[in-house]
């Protein structure tokens, strides 16, 4: 992450904490108050980004990665006319044990 970017972040995260609402105008206010040079097109990114997404949901979902991978949806039983969508199962992959230096017969401190 460049440094526009972080100082844009931080500015959205301190308006958002005081409940003003991010424009491009504020964000950049902001910056400029803490001597920081950033590219001119950052707070207006920043504040499209905001007009359509809220910065609760942006903190809460920063783990998330992306979006996940649509599931295909079943075909409906003929004979059921609610039927119930079947529950994703999620496959855990087994890592490989990493071996122990305490069999190789050296120490790093010998």
Request: charged share 25%.
């Amino acid at each position: 992450m460049s440094i526009s970017e972080t100082a844009c972040s931080y500015a959205a995260l301190i308006l958002h904490e005081e409940g003003i609402l991010a424009t491009s105008e504020k964000i950049n206010t902001l910056v400029k108050a803490a001597n920081v040079e950033i590219e001119s097109y950052w707070p207006a990114l920043f504040a499209k980004l905001f007009e359509k997404m809220n910065v609760e949901d942006l903190i809460s979902n920063i783990g998330a990665g992306g979006g996940g991978a649509p599931v295909a949806a079943a075909a409906p039983a003929a004979s059921s006319s609610a039927a119930a969508p079947a529950p994703v199962v999620e496959e855990k992959k087994e890592e490989p044990k990493e071996e122990s230096d305490d069999d190789m017969g050296f120490s790093l401190f010998d």
